[in-house]
Protein backbone atom coordinates (compact mmCIF):
# COMPACT_ATOMS: atom_id res chain seq x y z
CA UNK A 1 0.00 0.00 0.00
CA UNK A 2 2.69 2.42 1.36
CA UNK A 3 4.63 2.00 -2.60
CA UNK A 4 1.25 2.55 -4.46
CA UNK A 5 0.74 6.03 -2.64
CA UNK A 6 4.74 7.05 -3.72
CA UNK A 7 4.12 5.86 -7.19
CA UNK A 8 0.52 7.75 -7.25
CA UNK A 9 2.85 11.24 -6.48
CA UNK A 10 5.94 10.56 -9.04
CA UNK A 11 6.28 14.42 -10.50
CA UNK A 12 4.55 16.60 -8.42
CA UNK A 13 7.71 18.57 -7.27
CA UNK A 14 7.52 19.04 -11.36
CA UNK A 15 4.25 20.29 -11.07
CA UNK A 16 4.31 22.51 -8.46
CA UNK A 17 7.35 23.92 -9.54
CA UNK A 18 6.32 25.17 -12.78
CA UNK A 19 2.91 26.39 -11.13
CA UNK A 20 4.86 28.76 -8.71
CA UNK A 21 8.19 28.79 -10.14
CA UNK A 22 7.33 30.54 -13.32
CA UNK A 23 5.56 33.33 -11.64
CA UNK A 24 7.97 33.47 -8.93
CA UNK A 25 11.02 34.08 -11.33
CA UNK A 26 9.29 36.84 -13.20
CA UNK A 27 8.68 38.39 -10.17
CA UNK A 28 11.89 38.21 -8.85
CA UNK A 29 13.13 39.32 -12.15
CA UNK A 30 10.64 42.66 -12.03
CA UNK A 31 11.36 43.38 -8.96
CA UNK A 32 15.50 43.69 -10.08
CA UNK A 33 14.43 45.50 -12.75
CA UNK A 34 12.25 48.22 -10.61
CA UNK A 35 15.59 48.59 -7.88
CA UNK A 36 17.76 49.14 -11.28
CA UNK A 37 15.26 51.72 -12.43
CA UNK A 38 15.35 53.64 -8.93
CA UNK A 39 18.72 53.36 -8.67
CA UNK A 40 19.29 55.19 -11.76
CA UNK A 41 16.23 57.63 -11.47
CA UNK A 42 18.43 58.48 -7.65
CA UNK A 43 21.81 58.52 -8.76
CA UNK A 44 20.79 61.10 -12.00
CA UNK A 45 18.71 63.11 -9.29
CA UNK A 46 21.47 63.61 -7.24
CA UNK A 47 24.28 64.09 -9.90
CA UNK A 48 21.71 67.19 -11.16
CA UNK A 49 21.58 68.67 -7.34
CA UNK A 50 25.41 68.74 -7.50
CA UNK A 51 26.30 70.18 -11.08
CA UNK A 52 23.38 72.76 -9.82
CA UNK A 53 25.31 73.41 -6.38
CA UNK A 54 28.53 73.70 -8.00
CA UNK A 55 27.09 76.52 -10.23
CA UNK A 56 25.13 77.83 -7.37
CA UNK A 57 28.38 78.41 -5.27
CA UNK A 58 30.09 79.93 -8.70
CA UNK A 59 28.80 83.36 -9.65
CA UNK A 60 30.05 86.55 -10.78
CA UNK A 61 31.02 87.47 -7.29
CA UNK A 62 32.57 84.66 -6.25
CA UNK A 63 36.20 85.86 -7.66
CA UNK A 64 38.35 87.28 -4.12
CA UNK A 65 41.51 89.43 -5.14
CA UNK A 66 43.19 87.43 -8.49
CA UNK A 67 40.94 84.60 -7.44
CA UNK A 68 38.63 83.83 -10.08
CA UNK A 69 35.69 81.07 -9.65
CA UNK A 70 33.93 81.49 -12.54
CA UNK A 71 32.72 77.88 -13.84
CA UNK A 72 32.83 76.50 -17.32
CA UNK A 73 30.20 74.66 -19.46
CA UNK A 74 32.66 71.59 -19.33
CA UNK A 75 33.54 71.68 -16.03
CA UNK A 76 30.15 71.63 -14.78
CA UNK A 77 29.64 68.70 -17.59
CA UNK A 78 32.14 67.06 -15.56
CA UNK A 79 30.61 67.67 -12.29
CA UNK A 80 27.52 65.93 -13.56
CA UNK A 81 29.31 62.74 -15.64
CA UNK A 82 31.30 61.96 -12.31
CA UNK A 83 28.37 61.99 -9.96
CA UNK A 84 26.75 60.10 -12.31
CA UNK A 85 28.40 57.12 -11.65
CA UNK A 86 26.96 53.89 -13.36
CA UNK A 87 25.19 56.00 -16.25
CA UNK A 88 26.53 55.71 -19.20
CA UNK A 89 28.29 59.26 -20.63
CA UNK A 90 27.08 58.56 -24.16
CA UNK A 91 23.42 58.28 -22.88
CA UNK A 92 23.21 61.22 -20.44
CA UNK A 93 22.02 64.65 -22.28
CA UNK A 94 22.48 67.78 -19.92
CA UNK A 95 20.55 70.94 -20.13
CA UNK A 96 21.92 74.37 -18.23
CA UNK A 97 19.21 76.97 -17.83
CA UNK A 98 19.60 80.50 -16.87
CA UNK A 99 15.92 81.30 -14.98
CA UNK A 100 15.52 84.10 -16.12
CA UNK A 101 16.85 83.46 -20.36
CA UNK A 102 15.71 80.23 -21.40
CA UNK A 103 15.83 81.35 -25.06
CA UNK A 104 20.00 80.64 -23.85
CA UNK A 105 20.35 77.36 -22.64
CA UNK A 106 23.09 75.27 -23.44
CA UNK A 107 22.40 71.23 -24.02
CA UNK A 108 25.43 68.80 -24.18
CA UNK A 109 23.85 65.85 -25.97
CA UNK A 110 25.54 63.64 -25.13
CA UNK A 111 27.35 64.82 -22.36
CA UNK A 112 30.58 63.73 -23.85
CA UNK A 113 30.31 66.39 -26.59
CA UNK A 114 31.20 69.05 -23.75
CA UNK A 115 33.58 66.97 -22.10
CA UNK A 116 37.62 67.83 -22.53
CA UNK A 117 38.22 64.50 -24.29
CA UNK A 118 36.07 64.74 -26.85
CA UNK A 119 36.99 64.33 -30.56
CA UNK A 120 35.90 66.14 -33.74
CA UNK A 121 32.18 66.45 -32.20
CA UNK A 122 32.96 68.92 -29.17
CA UNK A 123 30.40 71.53 -28.75
CA UNK A 124 31.43 75.01 -29.70
CA UNK A 125 30.00 76.55 -25.90
CA UNK A 126 32.35 73.90 -23.62
CA UNK A 127 34.43 76.29 -22.99
CA UNK A 128 31.96 79.61 -22.25
CA UNK A 129 31.78 80.49 -18.83
CA UNK A 130 28.49 79.46 -17.42
CA UNK A 131 25.84 81.57 -16.52
CA UNK A 132 26.86 83.53 -19.03
CA UNK A 133 27.85 87.67 -18.39
CA UNK A 134 24.57 88.70 -20.47
CA UNK A 135 21.65 90.22 -19.07
CA UNK A 136 22.93 89.45 -15.03
CA UNK A 137 22.60 86.08 -15.93
CA UNK A 138 25.07 85.41 -13.41
CA UNK A 139 24.40 87.88 -10.88
CA UNK A 140 23.66 86.72 -6.86
CA UNK A 141 20.46 85.92 -6.00
CA UNK A 142 19.38 84.86 -9.94
CA UNK A 143 17.92 81.32 -10.65
CA UNK A 144 20.03 78.39 -12.87
CA UNK A 145 18.39 75.58 -13.75
CA UNK A 146 20.31 72.13 -14.35
CA UNK A 147 18.67 69.28 -15.73
CA UNK A 148 19.75 65.83 -17.25
CA UNK A 149 17.85 63.36 -19.08
CA UNK A 150 18.71 59.28 -20.23
CA UNK A 151 17.38 57.03 -21.78
CA UNK A 152 17.77 53.04 -20.78
CA UNK A 153 17.25 50.06 -22.38
CA UNK A 154 15.85 46.97 -19.67
CA UNK A 155 18.86 44.58 -19.27
CA UNK A 156 16.37 41.80 -19.47
CA UNK A 157 13.58 40.11 -21.59
CA UNK A 158 10.02 39.88 -19.71
CA UNK A 159 8.60 36.24 -20.51
CA UNK A 160 5.33 34.88 -19.96
CA UNK A 161 4.24 31.50 -21.17
CA UNK A 162 2.23 31.41 -24.07
CA UNK A 163 3.48 34.44 -25.44
CA UNK A 164 7.03 35.65 -27.65
CA UNK A 165 9.74 37.08 -25.20
CA UNK A 166 8.91 40.79 -25.03
CA UNK A 167 11.59 43.53 -24.37
CA UNK A 168 11.07 46.72 -23.30
CA UNK A 169 12.64 49.18 -25.76
CA UNK A 170 13.49 51.75 -23.41
CA UNK A 171 13.02 53.68 -20.18
CA UNK A 172 13.33 58.03 -19.93
CA UNK A 173 14.67 59.36 -16.68
CA UNK A 174 14.87 63.08 -16.16
CA UNK A 175 16.47 65.02 -13.31
CA UNK A 176 15.73 68.67 -12.57
CA UNK A 177 17.28 70.79 -9.99
CA UNK A 178 16.75 74.80 -10.12
CA UNK A 179 19.31 76.48 -7.81
CA UNK A 180 20.19 80.55 -6.12
CA UNK A 181 23.12 81.60 -7.56
CA UNK A 182 24.86 82.60 -3.64
CA UNK A 183 28.00 85.09 -4.99
Not at 19 to 26: A, D, S, Y
Not at 35 to 41: A, Q, V
Amino acid sequence: MRNRNRSRERGNQTLEFTIIGIPLIFLIFSIANMCLSMLTMHTLQEAVEQGARYVATRGSDCSSGTNTCTVTVQQIAGVVTAMASGISASNLKVTLTPAADTANAITCNPVTTCLSSCSASCNSSRTITWPTSTNSDNSPGKDIIVSADVSLTAPMFMYWPGSAPQRISSTSFHAYSRQRLMF
